[in-house]
């Protein structure tokens, strides 16, 4: 019943991009969706953690918040004439656990500018961040640390 739920949203959001409702493109947007569903069924989990909406929408929040400030400090950066950037690569030790937590850290990092997550070490207890300007890495880890990190932990509960 799950999957029939899931598919009909699918099919749906299938009519919505293609901009058609014809009987016909939404079954074929059924079956795209149910071919996809099954691909992936053994990868679908039950989720474990509780849902906080309040946490999210300020892990939303922050993430806006710092989209705006990111972006204006790249835009001061660049109009200068001369650039004193000192852009390098640093590590962030992770203490958020699943890998759901890890890859949307990863991704809000990667989409404010002037960062960009690199990789994270197989034992999953670091991520490499590219920063645009990394002349203090140590307020960098505490800024994700006190900002996304927190929030995440504080939404998701680990």
């Keep these: 019943m799950k999957f ?6 699918f099919t749906f959001i299938w009519g919505a991009i293609s901009s058609s409702f014809t009987l016909a493109n939404l079954v074929l947007g059924f079956l795209v969706g149910a071919l ?12 474990t953690y509780p849902i906080r909406p309040l946490r999210m929408l300020l892990l939303m929040l922050l993430f806006f918040k710092e989209l705006a400030v990111s972006a204006t400090k790249v835009a001061i950066l660049v109009m200068r004439p001369r650039m004193a950037l000192k852009p390098g690569i640093f590590s962030y030790p992770l203490t958020l656990k699943s890998d759901f937590e890890i890859t949307l850290l990863a991704n809000l990092i990667t989409l404010t500018p002037g960062t960009l997550s690199v990789d994270v070490s197989d034992d999953r207890k670091t991520l490499y961040v590219h920063a645009l300007d990394c002349a203090d890495p140590g307020a960098l880890r505490q800024d994700i640390a006190r900002g996304f990190e927190r929030r995440i932990r504080e939404a998701f509960g680990s």
């Excluded at 029939?4 to 949203?9: D, E, G, K, P």
């Excluded at 996809?36 to 989720?47: D, M, Q």
């Design 4 to 9: 029939l739920a899931i598919n009909v949203i």
């Design 36 to 47: 996809s569903l099954a691909l992936i069924r053994r990868e679908l989990r039950p989720v």
